[in-house]
């Protein structure tokens, strides 16, 4: 085990040292990390490289938490989020080539019971377009109802009949995670194997990705965890629970870190292999990569490319000539980034344990344009740092003002008036309940999730949450009558863009 362990550290260490001959980015690049990692206040990161199939850079950066300040390497864990769905794409795109599914299958051919909002879209929508985020639907439109919350993946796919399309059926892209569990859920019906059985049974067991979580239940449980931390919620870095997304698992439950990564990126690079073993056929791999929506036709600059689109879990676009594969994850108090350019065989994932920055994309391309224009130097990450400082800074005003109105005027009705239990058609039920000057909001989809209504003035109510990834709002009474009250409810738009509408409908 030594002699294995030492023979694949100096393989490391060689390819290091060669890629470090021939790029001087790569070279510099714990330095040029340090400083910018500071600058987006991310506590700690992960990146690791694939070039020539070889890995030539796992390392960690700062720390897995702000107390202990436990070291991040290349071994810790972080939440990938919605890179989970690659893994997805790829095992229906397997099942597929193995002929036990077609990809064109009508959901209905396994869920007879299912439903969307337009029934023409129930007999038409097929596995693919659940894959491909063409239901009509809006990007994230769902997902407070669904995301952390206490709902089964059966009664996800049961509410989805709920969600009123915004545009017709496969004309748009409209990023839907509960579309990615339906689409896993596919599996079991076709297979009697439960998703995460099959994809670590068929993909991260024979890659090697031994520490790699498939469920994110308890992850506080789970060793050399980095903790998750975000700026999003008034400016400055606090922590935030973790995320519980097995009843959206397909979509986004996995957790992993770069070392392991790495191997996923080998073996996407070098055409399902990994080893000099074929772990998944290629056919499985081309099928995620063919576009089925497209995002965008007209060409952009830095990086020059013409066209975007989606397969099976993945973005495909150009990037300065060569096709580039790639995807983020966001997750609470994490995002991360994985980038393949099966051309130029290189591949770069990228973990941080802070939500609210860009430096995990930003530093993807700075890595990508080190190997593709080796004569300039990259500087993306240090550009974005000045947008970052100035959003944080108004984040930080903007609240701060909103806390300066708490109890600025009285309230003009007794605060008993908003007791009672008030319900939205997707969401289900929300409670409140007066305390003191005060509403105690109680969202019963979700474990454990409050909020507090503070009054301002003007009809406004300032709206803090339990768990403050959700944000710090002001939300009014659309109707604040004695005996018909509705409220619009926001959540942060990372999770959701939509104001829920909750009507009361009895004391």
Same mark, same amino acid.
């Given at each position: ?85 690659? =893994? ?102 076709? #297979? ?82 990994? /080893?000099?073993? /074929? ?123 909103? /806390? ?47 909020? #507090? ?23 009014? =009474? ?30």
């Amino acid at each position: 085990m030594k002699k294995k362990y030492f023979g694949l550290m100096a393989t490391v260490l060689t390819a290091t040292q060669l890629t470090a001959q021939t790029n001087k980015f790569i070279n510099k690049l714990d330095d040029y990390i340090e400083s910018v990692r500071l600058q987006y206040d991310v506590p700690g990161m992960a990146v690791a490289i694939v070039k020539n199939g070889q890995v030539v850079h796992a390392k960690g950066y700062g720390f897995t938490d702000t107390t202990k300040k436990e070291k991040v390497t290349a071994e810790t864990l972080f939440f990938v989020a919605s890179n989970t769905k690659l =893994f997805t794409g790829t095992a229906l795109a397997w099942l597929d080539v193995q002929k036990k599914i077609s990809l064109d299958d009508k959901i209905t051919k396994y869920y007879p019971k299912f439903r969307l909002y337009d029934s023409a879209a129930t007999q038409l929508v097929t596995v693919r377009d659940m894959l491909t985020h063409r239901l009509g639907t809006k990007t994230f439109q769902g997902d407070f109802t669904f995301f952390d919350g206490n709902l089964s993946r059966q009664e996800i796919m049961y509410r989805m009949r709920l969600m009123k399309p915004s545009t017709p059926f496969r004309q748009n892209f409209g990023y839907c995670n509960s579309c990615y569990l339906t689409a896993g859920e596919i599996i079991p019906a076709a #297979t009697g194997i439960p998703w995460e059985v099959f994809v670590y049974d068929s993909i991260l067991q024979p890659l090697g990705m031994k520490n790699t979580q498939v469920l994110s239940k308890n992850a506080d449980q789970f060793p050399h965890i980095a903790k998750p931390y975000t700026t999003a919620c008034d400016g400055s870095l606090q922590q935030v629970p973790y995320d519980e997304w097995d009843n959206l698992a397909p979509a986004a439950s996995i957790v992993s870190n770069v070392s392991e990564m790495a191997n996923w990126l080998q073996c996407q690079i070098d055409s399902g292999k990994w /080893q000099g073993k /074929q772990v998944i056929p290629w056919r499985a791999i081309q099928k995620t990569r063919d576009v089925v929506t497209i995002l965008r036709s007209r060409k952009i600059t830095d990086p020059v490319s013409h066209f975007m689109g989606y397969g099976l879990g993945a973005f495909v676009q150009d990037y300065d000539g060569k096709t580039y594969i790639h995807h983020t994850g966001g997750a609470s108090g994490m995002v991360s980034s994985v980038g393949i350019l099966p051309e130029e065989k290189l591949g770069v994932v990228i973990l941080t344990n802070q939500d609210n920055q860009g430096l995990f994309v930003s530093l993807t391309e700075d890595i990508i344009d080190s190997y593709l224009h080796p004569d300039k130097t990259p500087n993306k990450s240090v550009e974005g740092v000045a947008d970052y400082i100035a959003t944080k800074k108004k984040t930080k005003d903007d609240i701060a003002a909103l /806390q300066k109105r708490i109890h600025a005027q009285p309230n003009p009705r007794n605060i008993k008036e908003y007791e009672g239990a008030y319900i939205h058609p997707l969401y289900g039920i929300m409670t409140m309940k007066p305390q003191g000057n005060d509403v105690l909001l109680t969202f019963k989809s979700h474990k454990n999730l409050t909020a #507090t209504l503070q009054y301002m003035s003007d009809g406004e109510w300032l709206l803090s949450y339990s768990n403050p990834v959700m944000g710090i709002h002001a939300v009014k =009474f659309l109707k604040d009558e004695l005996n018909d009250k509705t409220i619009g409810i926001k959540v942060a738009d990372f999770i959701e863009y939509d104001v829920y509408e909750f009507k009361k409908y009895y004391e």
